[in-house]
């Protein structure tokens, strides 16, 4: 089946949706696709709480940042990570970031998230921590630049997701639907891990190899669930 832009579109006006009902963003927090049609560029919101976003608010960014073609809407000022983990991950065609607040705690102490139930079963793959102080020293914490979103990219290396100390976190994933399975279970695998790590200190985490197998599909069911609920624009 050709996918056409308007779907990409449609699929990505639900995913801002979506995360924002599920307040993995607020009125910050962004994310994106890459365009099907060239893989040089990719499709985003101008700079709006996604809960607002419609079609007619998403442009066309290249990997540096630039919108492609002419537009006099506010940006965001770090749509750097996404071009820059697109640059680096071939594999990737969806990138979400996020301030959600039950990741936070894993980016600022020497806890580790870690999988503590099957659909969150990709965090066995390691969910690495990225401090903005090594590459850039003090700052604002923001990915303002291509060299800080470089640094962040990096980080993040193959994995499903890094967690960005004092501020939140970048996803991502092959589709839309994996992205924002990613965002939903990571959430909430950090907040059953909390609620477990509160009762003992014996917690039973998955193993890297009962990660792997619990890894299922794309999240698709769900996808089509979230979708229905309210995701559609
Ligand atoms: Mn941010």
Redesign the pocket.
């Known amino acids: 089946m050709q996918t056409t832009a308007s779907n990409q579109i449609e699929d990505l006006v639900a995913a801002d949706r979506i995360l924002a009902a599920h307040e993995i963003v607020d009125a910050?927090?962004h994310v994106s696709v890459r365009s099907e049609r060239n893989p040089q560029r990719y499709f985003m919101s101008r700079a709006l709480a996604p809960e607002l976003v419609t079609a007619e608010d998403i442009l066309e960014y290249d990997l540096a940042g630039n919108v492609v073609g002419s537009s006099a809407a506010g940006l965001f000022l770090?749509r750097f990570i996404h071009g820059e983990v697109y640059k680096a991950r071939p594999d990737v065609n969806a990138v979400v970031?996020c301030?959600t607040p039950s990741l936070i705690p894993y980016g600022a102490t020497d806890v580790p998230l870690r999988p503590i139930f099957g659909l969150a079963g990709f965090i066995a793959e390691g969910i690495p921590v990225f401090e903005i102080r090594k590459t850039a020293g003090m700052t604002d914490l923001?990915?303002r630049d291509p060299a800080r979103g470089r640094a962040l990219a990096q980080t993040l290396g193959d994995k499903p997701a890094a967690l960005?100390r004092g501020?939140?976190a970048v996803v991502v994933g092959a589709s839309i639907p994996l992205v924002v399975g990613r965002c939903v279970y990571l959430d909430l695998n950090a907040r059953v891990q909390a609620q477990a790590m509160s009762l003992s200190k014996h917690v039973t985490y998955l193993t890297p190899e009962e990660g792997k197998l619990s890894v299922a599909d794309d999240y698709r069911r769900a996808w089509e669930l979230w979708r229905r609920k309210g995701g559609a624009g």
Request: aromatic share 10%; charged share 10%.
């Open positions: 910050y927090g770090e970031h301030h923001l990915i960005m501020h939140g």
